[in-house]
């Protein structure tokens, strides 16, 4: 029997605009447009059963108040429910576009627990805040009183942004510093404009340089400024510059040309989408166009490679993974959208070697489950005798990434890091045990998400401002 939409706050019939509109000739293409979204938004938000234990809530990094917007947005108060949403989200319509839901709101939303599909949290969240942006009600940052203090903060991906934004507000004079000649991180040059369009990731940018953030683009720390003069020129530093170093793959004929790396491969792509001249896009090493590619990887990142190929026009797309469906990493919405498109998954199989160079194909080694290791998933095992060759004339890795050496680049011993590269930093405040120089985002929890480099961003901002406060109030006292 088909599900029928839970409709308590909102009376579909009265609030049914398309019929209003219909009436009224006044109203353009535009307006009838805009209700109607409206009216489908206020559908979806108001099969919340606002049920008082707000696992959707809990489960969300930033802890939105979700039932709240949901029923703000079910009620037509759309404006109020913008207003709330960013309250404690700096991105609502980035976060909307690519948070996993499945895995954090709406995989805890009560209705889908109880087989009735979800509330699409995600959507009506980037719903009510491209709205407040059409409608102008996304208003400009205005520094509450200039502030004496100034911020460095290395990396202009969403931790740093979202620090950026917290900071300024504050009155805080805060510089920005990328190696990349656009803003924004991963979300500009890693997630592909399919999912997150990057004029969405630019207009954030925009509101931060008119509220005077300077971003101090195409300066690699390290190299063109030493992070010591940062420090130096900065009554705080916040690192915030991911993880980048892509882990290789070994075995016979690693080495040849057509195995590329997945964040070249999709900077390339990226690049294209700006309208950049990439010569490795030109001359089909980062291009997939009439290519049999083959994608190595089970995550995220795996799967935006090989929905970007199937775009680009490769003849066959397929994508290996040691392990089996259920056992990956990578969002299953995300694998359903990447069959659904034509990729075909090679689940249990390993790459052992390449052959050709430029590579012709991908020898395959068939892996079965066997028994759990320590954090309880089953340890792929090779099954002997199994091996096969899949052809392939642009292979691209996709093994995820690791932090870069950051004490050695930056000639920093005291900058303290872990065992596997992240920088130690305090949850909750992301200071670290050099003083003043605080860090957030990937670099310190290694490769995560977006939403939790937002909510470190936001966490760190406030210990920075709570530490100036302090400051003051000592020299004050003194
Ligand atoms: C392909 C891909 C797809 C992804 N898709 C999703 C998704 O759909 N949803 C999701 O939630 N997460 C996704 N992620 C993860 C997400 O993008 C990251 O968790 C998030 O961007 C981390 O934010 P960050 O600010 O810590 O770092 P980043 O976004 O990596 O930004 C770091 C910035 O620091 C700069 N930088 C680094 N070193 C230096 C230096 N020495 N000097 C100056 N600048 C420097 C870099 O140029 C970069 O701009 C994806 C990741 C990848 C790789
Ligand atoms: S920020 Fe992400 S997890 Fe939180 S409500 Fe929005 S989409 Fe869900």
Redesign the pocket.
């Known amino acids: 029997m088909a599900k029928q939409p839970m409709l308590r706050f909102v009376d579909m019939a009265r609030d049914m605009p398309t019929k209003r509109a219909a009436q009224d000739r006044s109203h353009d293409f535009d307006e009838i447009y805009a209700e109607y979204a409206d009216a489908k938004a206020a559908e979806q938000a108001s099969r919340c059963s606002q049920c008082g234990v707000p696992y959707c809530q809990t489960h969300c990094p930033l802890h939105n108040n979700i039932p709240d917007w949901l029923l703000m947005t079910a009620t037509g108060r759309l404006k109020e429910a913008y207003e709330l949403s960013q309250s404690t989200n700096t991105f609502p319509e980035i976060?909307g576009?690519?948070?996993?839901q499945d895995r954090l709101c709406e995989g805890n939303c009560v209705i889908e627990q109880s087989g009735h599909g979800t509330v699409t949290i995600g959507a009506v969240e980037k719903y009510i805040t491209d709205t407040a942006w059409e409608r102008g009600w996304v208003e400009e940052i205005v520094p509450r009183a200039e502030r004496g203090e100034s911020v460095g903060i290395?990396?202009?991906?969403?931790?740093?942004?979202?620090a950026a934004d917290v900071l300024r507000r504050a009155g805080v004079q805060v510089t920005v510093?990328?190696?990349?000649d656009r803003?924004?991180?991963?979300?500009?040059?890693?997630?592909?404009s399919f999912?997150?369009e990057k004029d969405v990731v630019l207009r954030r940018v925009g509101q931060l340089e008119r509220a005077g953030v300077k971003f101090v683009l195409n300066?690699?720390?390290?190299?063109?400024i030493s992070f010591q003069a940062i420090r130096g020129q900065h009554d705080a530093v916040l690192v915030?510059?991911?993880?980048?170093k892509s882990r290789e793959l070994g075995g016979p004929g690693a080495g040849a040309s057509g195995i590329v790396r997945?964040?070249d491969y999709?900077t390339a792509s990226n690049r294209i989408g700006f309208g950049d001249e990439v010569k490795e896009f030109d001359d089909g090493t980062l291009n997939a166009k009439g290519k049999k590619v083959v994608v190595i990887g089970g995550g995220?990142?795996a799967m935006?490679?090989v929905r970007t190929a199937i775009r680009q026009g490769a003849t066959s797309v397929k994508c290996l993974y040691r392990r089996d469906r259920a056992n990956m990493p990578g969002?299953q919405r995300?694998v359903a959208n990447a069959e659904e498109e034509g990729v075909k998954f090679v689940w249990l199989s390993n790459p052992k070697g390449f052959s050709g160079d430029p590579v012709t194909g991908v020898v395959v080694q068939k892996m079965r489950l066997g028994e759990p290791d320590v954090t309880g998933r089953q340890s792929p095992e090779p099954i002997e005798g199994s091996e096969y060759t899949e052809d392939a004339d642009l292979v691209i890795k996709?093994l995820g990434?690791e932090p870069?050496d950051?004490p050695t680049?930056?000639g920093e011993d005291a900058l303290p890091v872990t065992r596997w590269g992240t920088v130690m930093a305090e949850f909750n405040t992301g200071a670290t045990s050099l003083a003043d120089v605080y860090a957030?985002?990937?670099?310190?929890?290694g490769?995560?998400?977006?939403?939790?480099?937002i909510r470190?961003?936001r966490d760190a901002a406030s210990a920075i401002l709570k530490a100036f406060d302090e400051q003051g109030a000592q020299v004050a006292a003194e």
């Open positions: 976060c576009r690519i948070c996993p290395i990396g202009a991906g969403p931790g740093g942004l979202a510093y990328d190696r990349h803003a924004g991180g991963l979300l500009t040059y890693g997630i592909p999912k997150l300066c690699n720390v390290g190299e063109d915030a510059t991911g993880v980048y997945a964040i999709l995220d990142t935006d490679c969002s995300e996709a990434f870069e950051l680049l930056w957030v985002g990937d670099i310190v929890r490769a995560s998400l977006v939403v939790w480099a470190d961003g």
